[in-house]
């Protein structure tokens, strides 16, 4: 691996440095885009693992879509490899530590995520674990989705992040797969989680997660949550 230091932004022509971000596989910084003026996430990762981060972001590259966090900018640049994407700082999740959302809300950010993975199916792309964690949302409330695969790849090196967030049918047969049945019932979660802050098949370990998931109904909504569709 070439002998780099990322404690700063490397030079990169066209990218203003701000401050570093974070480490998430590739080394991540808050940049302008010095022709736009817009804020972008940069990621960046020695040459030798080009590959990995094009298997990254290369599937989100191929959408245009305004609930769709965009692929601004892709090169190499020395021994560097980089990527630049629409910087948004929220993520659902964080919205979610306040606590349930309104049913209204609830049913807007629904249909903004339908509408994502209608355009993502048409390019044969697929969202990896549709999760509070992996939805941005912008300061006007809009949100986008941020990881996904290209649908021929999904059963051969993608996984959820936690068997609570598993289609049954996943567990079964011990493959994930990209079937609209699988990706109807990950959205299925994502609203239960939106209605109530909490998602539907908590469990103390491993075992107890596997049983709930695979024979279990999860709690009744207007158990957790008994304001739930009165404004509707």
Request: hydrophobic fraction near 45%; include cysteine.
């Amino acid at each position: 691996m070439p002998n780099i230091n990322f404690t700063k932004q490397p030079p990169i022509p066209g990218y203003e440095p701000i401050r570093p971000l974070g480490i998430n596989l590739g080394t991540v910084y808050l940049a302008r885009h010095s022709s736009s003026g817009i804020l972008v996430g940069l990621i960046v990762w020695p040459t030798d693992l080009e590959s990995h981060a094009r298997d990254l972001y290369e599937p989100l590259a191929r959408l245009c879509h305004p609930n769709i966090i965009r692929v601004i900018d892709m090169g190499k640049f020395q021994a560097i490899f980089f990527c630049a994407i629409e910087y948004v700082e929220k993520t659902l999740a964080d919205l979610l530590i306040k606590g349930a959302l309104p049913d209204e809300r609830v049913v807007q950010f629904t249909l903004m995520i339908i509408s994502a993975l209608r355009h993502a199916k048409i390019h044969e792309v697929i969202p990896i674990g549709l999760t509070p964690k992996s939805i941005l949302i912008t300061d006007d409330n809009l949100l986008k989705l941020s990881a996904f695969d290209l649908s021929e790849k999904i059963s051969k090196r993608s996984t959820p992040p936690s068997l609570a967030l598993m289609a049954p049918e996943w567990l079964r047969a011990g493959v994930v797969t990209a079937s609209e049945a699988s990706q109807i019932y990950l959205l299925g979660i994502l609203m239960y989680e939106m209605l109530t802050a909490k998602p539907p098949f908590e469990a103390k370990d491993t075992d107890a997660t596997l049983e709930r998931v695979l024979n279990e109904m999860p709690e009744p909504l207007s158990h957790i949550n008994p304001w739930i569709w009165k404004n509707l």
